[in-house]
Every structure is written in structure tokens, then in C-alpha cells.
């Protein structure tokens, strides 16, 4: 079956340095993938999509990679700061619009 | 980005009860719904998808006859748990998907539903 791992349930990362986030998945070939932003009790924000034929997609300090070989993408967080602390979720989609989520990663920013 | 809402954002109710939730997007059409339910440090689940006029398909092992789905409008789209049981506590979540063959879909704000 298809399975998204997100690297670990919670990240520390020193305000200032650069986050970086893990996403493996297996049994599954994504048109395309996503991370999305989630805060405690809400839904959650879109931030970026990478198609597969993308290697790299940047937004702000935001930077996705996504590897199909290896099967895995990186979300980075450059200059981190407190408020970027929050729940952060991979996701795949294909062209049918389902989207599965991974369980996410929860990222603390420490000032 | 497009705005989706929820309504209530919270909900206790016995055991045995229905319970309806809906889900509203205000600034664009939704031609398709999502509903997700996502239990306590788990990732959301997909539990169906409705266009708008049509019956809602659900995704394997969710109980048509229990959650209740009705897309009525390109605004509106309803979740209704009937006869709801403590297993069924968790956050429930929809999203719309407008027609202009974007991929992007977005989310409201979370319906958070407690049985007692």
C-alpha cells in the first residue's frame, strides 16, 4: 500500500539557521507533490506543489526538492524565525485530485 | 488564496445523536468537495469526494450510511455523522476544488466533534 514517511515527529531548529524538513514515500508514483502548513486545531495552509518533471521550486524562504528516483522530497526553511513553528505536512497527489497526507513533521523554532 | 469555512468549529454531542457540519467556500466556486477526518497526531484521511450534484465517493472502509454527504451547491456541502458513537471524536476537515483545472484545493478551518 502506499506509504509517506515524514523523517521524524518533531524538529528543533536555533532562529536563524535553515530547517530542513524530509519527505520518503513508497508504492506510489505522485503527478504531484505538496507541503502544507498546519497549526494546532486548523486546517491546512498550502504552500508549495512541485509536478514531477520539477526538480526544485523555491517561494520566500521556502525551497522544495522533489527526487522521484530516490523517491523523496526536502522542504527548507531558510532564516528560520518562531512563527514559522508549526505542523508541516508532505503530501502526493495525482491527477485524480486525492490527496494523501503524511503524518507530518512538528517543527520548533527556538529563539 | 481562496477562502473555505466551517461551521461549527466545535461540536459535543451524545452518543446516538447526528450531527451535521458544513462547509462553505466563500469566494469561489467549489465544484468538487473533499471531506478528511484526522485523529490525534495521525495524518488526515480522505473519507470522500463530492461534485457538486452528484453522490459523494467514498473512500474504502468509510460507512456511506453513517457519514452523510450532500454537495447541493458550488458553496455548500454538507457532513452529517448520524447515529455518532465515541470512535467517531476527531477533527473533520473538507476542502474545495474550483472548476478551472487548477490542481489546487483548499481547506477550511476544521470541524473538531466530540461524542460523549
Known amino acids: 500500500s502506499q506509504k509517506i514517511e515524514q523523517n521524524s515527529e518533531a524538529l528543533n531548529i536555533q532562529e536563524g539557521k535553515t530547517a530542513t524538513l524530509t519527505c520518503n514515500y513508497t508504492n506510489y508514483s505522485p503527478a504531484y507533490l505538496q507541503w502544507y502548513r498546519q497549526d494546532p486545531g486548523r486546517g491546512p495552509v498550502f504552500l508549495l506543489l512541485?509536478?514531477?518533471?520539477?526538480k526544485e521550486k523555491r517561494k520566500e524562504r521556502l525551497k522544495v526538492t522533489f527526487d522521484t528516483t530516490l523517491k523523496q522530497s526536502l522542504f527548507h526553511i531558510t532564516a528560520s524565525q518562531p512563527a514559522d513553528s508549526a505542523t508541516y505536512l508532505c503530501?502526493?497527489?495525482?491527477?485524480?485530485?486525492?490527496?494523501?497526507f503524511g503524518k507530518g513533521t512538528r517543527l520548533h523554532i527556538l529563539p | 488564496g481562496a477562502v473555505v469555512s466551517q461551521h461549527p468549529s466545535r461540536v459535543i454531542c451524545k452518543s446516538g445523536t447526528s450531527v451535521k457540519i458544513e462547509c462553505r467556500s466563500l469566494d469561489f466556486q467549489a465544484t468538487t468537495m473533499f471531506w478528511y477526518r484526522q485523529f490525534p497526531k495521525q495524518s488526515l484521511m480522505l473519507m470522500a469526494t463530492?461534485?457538486?450534484?452528484?453522490?459523494?465517493?467514498?473512500e474504502q472502509g468509510v460507512e456511506k450510511d453513517k457519514f452523510l454527504i450532500n454537495h447541493a451547491s458550488l458553496t455548500l456541502s454538507t457532513l452529517t455523522v448520524t447515529s455518532a458513537h465515541p470512535e467517531d471524536s476527531s477533527f473533520y476537515i473538507c476542502?474545495?476544488?474550483?472548476?478551472?483545472?487548477?490542481?489546487?484545493?483548499?481547506f477550511g478551518p476544521g470541524t473538531r466533534l466530540t461524542v460523549t
Open positions: 463530492s461534485n457538486e450534484g452528484s453522490k459523494a465517493t467514498y
Open positions: 503530501a502526493l497527489m495525482n491527477r485524480d485530485d486525492k490527496i494523501i
Open positions: 512541485i509536478r514531477e518533471n520539477e
Open positions: 476542502s474545495g476544488k474550483g472548476g478551472s483545472g487548477g490542481y489546487e484545493q483548499y
